[in-house]
């Protein structure tokens, strides 16, 4: 069975454990009505529409 022959140092163990704790930027489409950046399958928060539908009516909002 392999075992190591020297230590690691804690940089080079904290180096290999940081590989996964990076933040990755959310994966946006702009919406075909507005051109709002938004989420992939779902509605976009600017115009409330989605696949070609409106589904939220977003003049409601903004007075209630």
Not at 23 to 31: E, I, L, W, Y
Not at 40 to 57: E, F, M, T
């Amino acid at each position: 069975m392999a075992v190591p022959k020297r230590r690691k140092s804690r940089s080079e163990r904290d180096k290999r454990r940081a590989n996964h704790d990076r933040v990755t930027a959310p994966n946006t489409v702009p919406c075909p009505k507005c051109g709002e950046a938004s989420l992939p399958h779902r509605i976009c928060a600017s115009c409330g529409h989605y696949k070609g539908r409106k589904v939220v009516d977003k003049g409601d909002e903004a007075q209630a």
